[in-house]
């Protein structure tokens, strides 16, 4: 071979070489791209099952303390975000109050938990709690929502699928917050709480304390979150 030709295909071969960099370059810097992109609009699903610890919450006429409820139900809902690739953080895990400290007030704990809220990356806020009335006739679910945008419309179609699959004969609509709600008061994500039902009523505290039950008002929450999120073209 001439040395004309091996200087040709030399030149070639650093051509291609730097013709395949430059298209893996390009490659890898799109699909930084997309993964800041992803990073910046993966929301995270916050459950907080409400009291927890000295705080029992409501306690329902056989002794049935509404955290233990609430914890329940949290850590079904929990395990469905894993199922469904969802990114979550669990308040509480166990049987305690957000903040360790030795003189408990409810205050500061409820400022924990918006504290640990504000910290994560685009939350959305998801408090379960129980309700309770001075006589046992009230039933059902009932949603309330903050003021932040995207509230309404998680509130809104929590409360719709949780009326229809477990409570269809009730007429009760979801309701915005008022400011004595301190954790929905305070924070600009999506939020809402829910009362999944009462433990002053002898039928849904039964219902309550199933594990059946609760995985079905678990799947009913996390069911209503999906079709939050691709409302809204989250995902
Ligand atoms: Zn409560």
């Known amino acids: 071979m ?5 200087g040709t295909r030399a030149r070639l071969v650093i051509l291609l070489v730097l013709l395949g960099a430059a298209v893996l370059l390009t490659f890898v810097l799109e699909r930084k791209q997309e993964t800041d992109a992803d990073a910046r609009t993966r929301m ?3 459950i907080d099952p409400g009291h927890g610890g000295i ?12 955290s233990d409820i609430n914890l329940a139900i949290g850590l079904k809902l ?3 975000a894993e199922l469904y690739g969802q990114d979550n953080t669990l308040i509480r895990q166990d049987d305690s109050t957000k903040c360790d400290t030795d003189a408990y007030s409810e205050h500061r704990d409820l400022e924990c938990r918006t504290e640990l809220v ?3 990356q685009n939350p959305v806020y998801i408090s379960i709690h129980q309700n309770d009335y001075p006589t046992a006739q009230p039933s059902g679910s009932q949603v309330i929502y903050a003021a ?19 409570y269809p004969s009730s007429r009760r609509v979801a309701e915005p917050a008022t400011r004595r709600l301190y954790i929905l008061s305070h924070l600009d994500c999506p939020a809402i ?3 999944c039902g009462f433990v002053s009523n002898p039928t849904d505290l039964e219902n309550l304390k199933k594990p059946g039950y609760q995985t079905t008002l678990a799947a009913t929450i ?9 409302n809204t073209v989250r995902i």
């Open 2 to 6: 001439s040395r004309f030709l091996r």
């Open 118 to 120: 504000q910290a994560q």
């Open 78 to 80: 929990r395990a469905l």
């Open 55 to 66: 705080d029992s919450g409501a306690v329902g006429a056989d002794g049935t303390r509404e």
């Open 148 to 166: 932040g945008e995207g509230s309404a419309e998680l509130g809104t179609i929590t409360h719709a699928n949780l009326l229809q699959n477990l």
């Open 222 to 230: 996390m069911g209503s979150y999906l079709q939050y999120m691709q």
């Open 193 to 195: 709480l829910i009362e």
């Open 44 to 46: 995270t699903l916050v």
